[in-house]
């Protein structure tokens, strides 16, 4: 009895001391990687938007071959992203984002060094492809280091990167292009993004790995869904290797409603945003008629909006969510509203006054960084195991909207001599996002396959 009265002591004793224990929080440390990471992955992947009115009276190209060299990235970054995911699916985490850091930022870096169309296209595709893996390993991060609860406010923090850098580093981007010339900012932000990948080699752990991170933290995330097994950590520990892939289970992903509309939903949302990455600097030069200053001075605004945006999105989801909001009103609400003050965009063709457009379009922008809570939804419905496979097919679809939008406003400013239409299609989009996550998406759920 003696014996049993002192197991129950300790055992209560223990367990009083891991409540008392304060939970590292070394899971922001991982999502502030994560955040640095995907803002270079934007400056690489938009610096060629700064570049493009001096660019292009340099190399002598047109309106029309601009827009393919715009969408040129998204040809490979779309192709690659089943293969991107696959990899990350088989190597993990920490080893495939060091590499397509390393490699997206040596293309960069060559692009300054281009002399024609030719060599530019080239730089482009193999941007794409070293970009592919990117937001499909920063959701498995999420899923893995943080509980459902936080994993909106997650994802908004690393994806207010894409906006912030440009908000940030545009004035500085602009007066290092009119000091230097455009080939300074591919030297500056490539070489930026190696020095990176180093960096995130030698600080990104697992949870279970990760010497910052206690038991209650990890107790935490696991109680909430988290602490996933990667699969570089999978086979250092000795499990067995999971099914292999099969290409018919595409096809059986997409069959599923919610996988089907929030593919189209994001391809919406990412119209807008490709828009403000690539056409943005050349719409205020050569539609409103703008300096350099001005435009860097302006180039800000819609980007801090953006970034507002993004973080308003992902805390609003929590907070409904929190408040014993189901998924789907807590997951959609944001992206709904977000679309549909998106397609506002087009009201920038009836005005005049430059601060007027500036501010329809950071109330677009803002609204945009509402929408972009996408990659919350493809952790909550992933199957398990086919997290990365789910994210590939999610962000082919939603970056064929890199593809289509450049190539779309291309033809149409060299065609009509004019923004106007451009604006249109994108505001036509948006809204038709709106009504996919109304009507297509339905409830959010994991997707079991049988």
Same mark, same amino acid.
């Given at each position: ?27 922001? &440390? ?37 827009? =393919? ?191 089907? &509309? ?6 919406? &949302?990412?119209?807008?945003? =490709? ?59 944001? /992206? ?44 909550? /419905? ?26 779309? =406003? ?15 299609? /994108? ?13 297509? =998406?339905?409830?959010?759920?994991? /997707?079991?396959?049988?």
């Amino acid at each position: 009895m003696a014996n049993e009265s002192s197991a129950r002591t300790s055992t209560a004793s223990a367990a009083a001391t891991r409540k008392t224990v304060r939970r590292s929080r070394a899971r922001f &440390g991982i999502l502030a990687l994560l955040a640095i990471g995907t803002m270079i992955n934007y400056l690489d992947r938009t610096v060629l938007g700064i570049a493009a009115p001096q660019l292009t009276n340099e190399l002598g190209i047109s309106a029309a071959v601009m827009g =393919v060299m715009f969408s040129a990235f998204s040809w490979t970054y779309v192709a690659a992203q089943i293969p991107g995911g696959m990899f990350l699916d088989r190597f993990g985490t920490k080893l495939t984002y060091y590499l397509s850091m390393t490699f997206w930022s040596l293309a960069t870096l060559l692009q300054g060094f281009v002399t024609g169309v030719g060599t530019l296209l080239a730089c482009r595709l193999g941007l794409g492809v070293a970009e592919s893996p990117c937001f499909p390993a920063n959701s498995r991060v999420v899923a893995t280091w943080f509980p459902q609860k936080e994993r909106a406010m997650a994802t908004g923090t690393y994806t207010v990167g894409e906006y912030i850098g440009l908000a940030c580093f545009s004035p500085l981007l602009f007066a290092l292009m009119g000091e230097f010339g455009w080939r300074a900012l591919f030297y500056v932000v490539g070489a930026a993004g190696m020095l990176f990948g180093g960096i995130w080699w030698l600080f990104y752990r697992e949870p279970r790995d990760h010497p910052g991170a206690n038991a209650a933290e990890l107790e935490y995330i696991e109680a909430g869904g988290g602490l996933t097994n990667d699969p570089a950590s999978d086979i250092e520990h000795g499990a067995k290797a999971k099914p292999k892939f099969e290409w018919r289970t595409i096809g059986r992903l997409l069959k599923h409603r919610q996988l089907a &509309g929030i593919c189209f939903g994001q391809f919406a &949302g990412n119209s807008t945003l =490709v828009f403000f990455l690539t056409w943005f600097p050349t719409y205020l030069a050569t539609e409103r008629h703008m300096g350099w200053l001005k435009i860097g001075f302006f180039a800000i605004l819609p980007f801090i909006a953006a970034s507002v945006g993004v973080m308003f999105g992902g805390v609003l989801s929590d907070w409904l969510l929190a408040r014993g909001k189901s998924a789907n009103v807590a997951r959609k609400l944001p /992206i709904i509203a977000g679309l549909l003050l998106a397609s506002t965009i087009v009201l920038a063709n009836y005005v005049e006054s430059n601060a007027v457009v500036i501010a329809i379009l950071s109330v677009a922008f803002f609204a945009q960084g509402m929408a972009a809570l996408g990659w919350t939804l493809v952790s909550d /419905i992933a199957p398990e195991g086919m997290l990365g496979v789910t994210g590939g097919i999610f962000n082919l679809a939603a970056n064929l909207a890199g593809i289509i939008t450049p190539l779309a =406003v291309g033809f149409i400013v060299a065609a009509t001599g004019s923004f106007v239409g451009a604006l249109a299609f /994108i505001g036509t989009i948006a809204l038709l996002g709106a009504l996919s996550y109304i009507f297509v =998406v339905g409830d959010i759920r994991r /997707i079991v396959l049988h």
